[in-house]
């Protein structure tokens, strides 16, 4: 007996929170673009505080199914500053995102993706075109010569047009 009481309470309840749920819940769509106006497809959107989110498309559009009573999206890129928007019963928004150099400069391309600096183990060396338009070299890797700590780069034949040895840390 006590347990059947048990069991339709939890029921009850379970029909009021998706009720509830349900009465919140609203579709916002819109699109994201960057400062000059184009599309930013692979925009991450989440509800804040649910798992509820989605990302946008090849031209920048989005749709979530927002479920909180006043729901507040965050927006957030590689390279770009992150957003919160309040929607406030809206139900299109358009976002401008804006780049940050701060976050630009601590992102590493390698091989196969992408890595925070403070992340990776190994050793990282940056060189600004600047400084390699400073010194007179007939291409890019012998520019790189005595710049760069622990690559070794020299001339394998005085020939125009040979390639030159690169060997990084003695390998």
């Known amino acids: 007996m006590k347990q059947t009481h048990l069991l339709k309470k939890i029921i009850l309840f379970w029909s009021l929170s998706m009720l509830m749920t349900s009465a919140f819940a609203q579709t916002i769509t819109g699109k994201v673009a960057d400062e000059s106006g184009q599309p930013l497809p692979g925009v991450n959107v989440v509800e804040r505080g649910t798992t509820n989110g989605t990302s946008t498309n090849t031209d920048g559009a989005f749709s979530i199914a927002a479920t909180g009573a006043s729901p507040i999206l965050i927006f957030s890129f590689v390279g770009y500053g992150s957003q919160e928007i309040v929607v406030n019963n809206r139900s299109t928004l ?68 040979s390639s030159p040895s690169i060997r990084i840390r003695g390998n």
Do not use: W
């Open 94 to 161: 358009n976002i401008t995102m804006a780049p940050d150099d701060k976050l630009l400069n601590e992102v590493v391309v390698v091989g196969y993706g992408t890595q925070q600096r403070k992340d990776l183990t190994g050793s990282v060396v940056s060189i600004k075109g600047a400084e390699l338009m400073q010194v007179p070299s007939p291409n890019a890797i012998q520019s790189l010569q005595g710049l760069v700590a622990g690559v070794d780069i020299a001339a394998t034949s005085n020939r125009p047009g």
